[in-house]
């Protein structure tokens, strides 16, 4: 059974690696934006967000979904040279 400890570990080590992947990417601001565009939390000047949770979907969004080439940062992070 996990603890309280290991959940708030593994919580904070996928958050760093998250981090750590947006990180990675080189036009973060334009990508965020156009993910903000496409779940309907840009308004035009800045994120708009309804709920907690939204970040997390933004989040997820830009880590895991197609961006506007068509690549997945997740890939581009784990696999750069393919």
């Not at 570990?9 to 903000?36: C, H, P, Q, V, W």
């Not at 840009?42 to 967000?49: A, I, L, Q, T, V």
């Not at 970040?55 to 581009?76: P, S």
């Amino acid at each position: 059974m996990i603890q309280i400890d290991d959940y708030l570990n593994i919580r904070e080590t996928g958050k760093k690696l998250a981090y750590k992947i947006l990180e990675y990417n080189k036009d973060s601001r334009n990508a965020t934006i156009y993910a903000g565009k496409l779940l309907d939390f840009w308004n035009g000047e800045s994120m708009m967000f309804d709920r907690d949770e939204d970040t997390d979907i933004l989040m997820d969004f830009l880590i895991y979904e197609k961006n506007k080439h068509g690549q997945r940062l997740i890939n581009l992070y784990a696999f750069p040279f393919d």
